[in-house]
């Protein structure tokens, strides 16, 4: 193995895994793990007993392990929070050493991939997970799906070894791709995400995690599923996330709260910063989606979704 591990900046990967490491997660998410396979990787969050959510992840299932993206600045209070509930399961939960990258569909990128990793199946449709042997024909340890966003965002994971030399092979002398354009990408596919600063602020609905199926209500319990399903079945959503442009040069940050007049009526989710102009994704009350709500004082212009329409 190399010593150096590859990852993508600000993104942490919880591995999950023993024999009981399937009906383990499937009592704590929002989605359903059985959807989840080798051909499929599948967004889940993961709330606290009020149904607000402390994290967001993207799952991929290798073999028997279950491999948890979320931000680096709750991976570790995650890892500890879910270790809590593990019990006498099977099941082991550590940080995982594993290297990982992404690449854009339709640029140089992704003809270099397909040429290192010649003959071999790539995948076509979104969340869609493809698994390559590697050079020594042992399987399991090389994975690519096909994320949401313009052209495609392909997200590879492997050993450190085999990621080191597709890198070198792929990028060669260009930066790889880094956490300000993950965040930009995530941003362009309406894909939230959960931070420090925001955990337990919103429910899952609010941030649409029901329209990027995120979430499964035919599922059995799981912590805070209660309030989600009420929500889903009771009642219309009153809150909910949308893109939005800031023109400013003033230091924005995750959480930060969006006004109405002198009402509050949203907060931050993710922003991506170009020159003077930020794009985001803002959580916000239906009702003040067509309003003149500022930020910092400043006009934000909101893009309604179109499954919000």
Not at 180 to 193: F, G, H, L, T
Request: hydrophobic fraction near 35%; glycine fraction near 6%.
């Amino acid at each position: 193995m190399s010593e150096q591990q590859i990852k993508i900046p600000g993104l942490d990967v919880i591995l999950v895994k023993g024999g009981d490491a399937a009906a383990f997660l499937q009592g704590q998410i929002t989605n359903d793990i059985n959807l989840l396979d080798k051909d499929r990787a599948i967004y889940a969050g993961y709330c606290n007993p009020k149904g607000r959510l402390i994290a967001l992840f993207l799952i991929i299932k290798v073999e028997d392990n279950y491999f948890l993206f979320c931000p680096s600045s709750i991976s570790d209070e995650i890892r500890k929070k879910l270790s809590m509930f593990i019990l006498r399961s099977q099941v082991t939960i550590e940080k995982s050493e594993c290297s990982y990258f992404y690449f854009y569909g339709n640029t140089h990128d992704e003809e270099a991939f397909k040429n290192i990793r010649e003959d071999a199946p790539f995948p076509t449709k979104l969340i869609e997970t493809v698994q390559h042997p590697n050079e020594q024909n042992t399987t399991g340890l090389l994975s690519i799906t096909k994320l949401p966003g313009e052209n495609g965002r392909f997200l590879v994971l492997g050993e450190d070894e085999t990621i080191e030399m597709i890198c070198r092979e792929v990028f060669q002398n260009d930066e790889i791709p880094n956490e300000i354009s993950w965040n930009a990408s995530d941003i362009e596919a309406k894909i939230p995400n959960i931070f420090s600063e925001t955990q337990g602020k919103f429910i899952p609905q609010s941030l649409n995690l029901d329209l990027i199926d995120a979430i499964n209500f035919k599922k059995g319990c799981y912590t805070g599923q209660e309030i989600v399903a009420r929500t889903h079945y009771l009642g219309k959503v009153k809150r909910r996330m949308y893109q939005a442009n800031l023109e400013s040069d003033e230091v924005i940050k995750y959480g930060e709260e969006i006004y109405l007049n002198n009402e509050i009526v949203g907060h931050i989710v993710n922003f991506s910063k170009s020159n003077s102009a930020y794009k985001l994704l803002v959580e916000l009350k239906v009702e003040a989606d067509n309003k003149p709500i500022t930020l910092k004082n400043k006009p934000l212009k909101i893009f309604k979704h179109d499954n919000l329409a």
